[in-house]
Every structure is written in C-alpha cells, then in structure tokens.
C-alpha cells in the first residue's frame, strides 16, 4: 500500500514539473481556454489509463509527426495563389447564373401547377376564368399559394352589394367541384379559403390605400400658395377655416365655415316657380360637385364650428345620398319652396302663384275681375311687396297650397277670411293712390 501511494505521488509531481515547463512538442487537443491543456502524446506514452479515464475509450488516435504551419500573409479559408481565386466579374456570372437558373425552376413550377378555366359549384352555376396569372389584386404566390382562390378573388366586384352577392355563392354551400378539361376535382374548404383570401385582400388595399391618401395629401399641402388661403366668396381669410381637399386638381382650398353652410343651404333648397330642384352641393371654387369623401369632411368641420343646418343634417341622415334625400323631404322642400317664392315676391313666378291665387277667390265668390284691379295688384306686388294687405294674401295662399299638398280641405276657412279681405279692397286701393303707385 506505501509502495502505491508513493508511486502516485511521484506520478503526480512529474506531471506538474512537465506542465511547468511548457507545452508538450505535438499538442493534439486543446480545449478551452481556462481548462488544462493535455497532450494526447504524453498520455499515450505515460499513462494509458487515464486517458480512458478521462474520454471513456481507449486512445486509438495516430499522433501527427507536426502540426501544418500557415504562411503569414495569408488569411485563413482563403487560397494562397490569387490567380485561382475567382475575381468579382466570375462572381457576378455565377449570381446571375443562380438566379436564371431560380427563375427557371419558378417558371418550371408554375407551369406544372394546374391552371383552372373554370369552377363549378355545387348549385350548379359555373364561373370561367382567364388562362394565366389573375391581375388587379394584391395576393401573390407568398400570400396566396393557390391560383384558383387568387382568381375567384380577382373577379370580384367593385361595388358592395356585388361583392356580397359574389361571396355569398361560395358561403352557402360548404362543398363546391373544381373541374376543367383533364381532371375533376372536389374542395370541401374552398369557402374558408376564399373567405380568408378575400379578408387579406381587403386589408391590404386598405393600407394601400391610407398610404396613397397620405401621399396625396402631402403634395397639396406642399402646392397651396396665397390665392388657395382666400374665401372665394367673402374675398377675405377665413375667421372658421374649413379646409377641402381636391384631388382632380391637386390643389388644397381654404372656405369660411358660415357662408359655406348658407351656401350649401340654398342649393339644397333651390326651387323655381314653387318647385323644389335641389342643386348637390358644390366646391365653391371649381363649381364641381363634391365627392363623398369631401362631404364627409365638411359635416365634421361644419360640426366642430357649430355652423350646421338644416340641409346638411338630413343630408348626413340619409348618408349624402341626394335622391334618398329628396324622397324622405320632398313634401318639406316643396312648402318651403313655395313659402319663400309667395312670401318673397322676388321673381315672376312668385308674383303668378299669389295673382293666381287672388282672381282665383275673385271668380268664386263672384267679386268683379277687371283689368283695373288685376293691374292695381300687379303694381303693388312689384312696387310694395310687404304691404299689410298683401301679406294677408300671402297667408291664406299658404294655407290654400299646403291643403291642396297634403290632401287637406281648407276651403271653407280660406274664402271667410278672402270674403273679409276683399271689403277692405278700397282702403288698399286708396292708399295705393295716396304712395303715387296707381292713379
């Protein structure tokens, strides 16, 4: 037993005088930097055994005589003669090689992939394709790996209404056959693909579309000069700047919230000879009608100054929709053309409705119509349209055109109080005399 441990022991000091003294000639492995360095030589000369103990097999390694020494000079992975080493031009060739080659494979696939003419679905309606790739839309191959999913989105409709009808053939049945000239086909889950086809693309216009707005709209603020920073009607810089955006001519304009409101009031309300003919409101600067986008932003500026009326209210109700507009208030708009032309008188046909009016009640209560009393009226509708007796006029004329609109009898109403007026036709008459407007 002393004699083992003092051959241990002098194992031990031997191999700490040869780490001591540098490493051995040959190293073979090296291992990390803080750990031991080991001589596979050594171990193989010395000790045997502790080579298995260390690795777990024996050592079966040959030991190089010398390890290969680099030149200096020359990097590491690259070839020491540099006639050999391809130059930049040989590297080019080969990339554009590789990548005739890629697109080569590309085409190569696409042309085994089969090209669907036409879909059968299972109510029996059949929708035909063009041959090659779908064009207008924004799937490609990375997205969308199937072409016949691509293609049934590509012949989508631009309206909304056709879009859920096109999409409601695929969601209403869950099972639909493909079938072309050479094979036939069945796709259980067409509809969840087409769904979630058509969801991407939507989302990708959308943010193509933000994108190009955003584009836009730098480009006319960029472009806005001094001219744009004037109402065109006031002639001055706006006090409640209302800003619109044009982009059929690229140009940014600047209107007052107050008269672009009274502006777009009475265009709604325009009428001739009593009858509504309402007028979509306009840029006041290129008199183009707006677009729904432009509408849209004049209701939330208009709104944020507090210079909304009645017009542009409903107008947003029936979402800017002129003849939905007119139907739901054509009976509104009507008595109120014919209030403003009687109350008014400021045109020829305001002045014949309530004329009209007036020999009309003469005849039937039998009251004598010469062509002095149609002239003495005439003048003063042209020459006092405010007078205290033709205000009366205008009220029971109001009350006779509104029965009539909505189907109600006022007859008996309005000849009273006409029989009443006309006793007081001389007084009127005399105080004609009395301003010099009849003789």
């Known amino acids: 037993m002393e004699q083992e441990q003092e051959q241990e022991q002098e194992q031990e000091q031997e191999q700490e005088q040869e780490l001591e003294g540098g490493l051995p000639p040959n190293p073979v492995l090296l291992l990390h930097p ?93 929708i035909y394709f063009e041959e090659g790739e779908p064009r207008n839309i924004l799937l490609h191959k990375g997205i969308e790996p199937d072409i016949l999913v691509r293609k049934i989105i ?9 879009r859920l009808q096109y999409l409601y053939k695929f969601i209403k049945t869950s099972e ?90 009475s265009k709604l309300l325009y009428h001739e000879g009593g009858f509504p003919i309402p007028v979509y409101p306009k840029n006041p600067r290129s008199n183009i009608e707006l677009t729904y986008q432009q509408l849209v932003s004049l209701y939330y500026q208009l709104q944020a100054h507090g210079e909304l009326l009645w017009g542009m209210s409903t107008l947003r109700q029936c979402n800017f929709n002129k003849k939905r507009w007119f139907k739901y208030h054509k009976s509104a708009i009507t008595v109120a053309a014919i209030k403003n032309s009687i109350s008014l008188l400021d045109t020829r046909d305001g002045v014949d409705l309530l004329s009209d009016f007036i020999f009309a009640k003469m005849e039937e209560l ?65 105080e004609l005399r009395s301003m010099n407007i009849i003789r």
């Open 366 to 430: 039998r009251f004598q119509v010469t062509r002095y009393v149609t002239d003495n009226y005439l003048d003063a509708m042209a020459r006092v349209p405010t007078h205290w007796y033709l205000e009366k006029w205008k009220y029971l004329a109001m009350v006779h055109y509104e029965g009539a609109h909505f189907g109600e009898d006022r007859t008996r109403y309005v000849n009273s109080c006409s029989f009443k007026l006309f006793r007081k036709q001389n007084q009127f008459f005399n």
């Open 176 to 265: 639909s056959p493909f079938e072309n000239e050479d094979n036939r086909q069945y796709f259980n889950d067409l509809r969840d693909r087409v769904v979630a086809a058509y969801m991407k693309e939507s989302k990708l216009r959308q943010a193509f579309k933000k994108c190009l707005n955003r584009w836009r709209i730098h480009r006319m603020d960029k472009g806005t000069n001094e001219e744009d920073e004037v109402d065109p009607i006031t002639l001055c810089p706006p006090d409640k700047p209302v800003i619109l955006y044009d982009w059929s001519v690229k140009r940014k304009f600047y209107l007052e919230a107050n008269t672009l409101a009274l502006l777009i009031e």
């Open 34 to 126: 803080n750990t031991i360095v080991v001589s596979l030589e050594h171990l193989q000369e010395q000790n045997q055994g502790l080579f298995l103990q260390l690795f777990g097999f024996p050592n079966e390694i040959p030991v190089p005589e010398s390890l290969p020494v680099e030149p200096r000079g020359v990097r590491r992975g690259h070839p020491e003669d540099e006639a050999d080493s391809p130059n930049k031009r040989q590297r080019l060739d080969e990339s554009q090689t590789n990548s005739v080659e890629g697109e080569a494979e590309a085409e190569a696939e696409m042309a085994q992939e089969p090209d669907p003419i036409h879909l059968m679905l299972r109510t029996g309606e059949t």
């Open 154 to 162: 590509a012949k989508m409709p631009r309206s909304l209404h056709g």
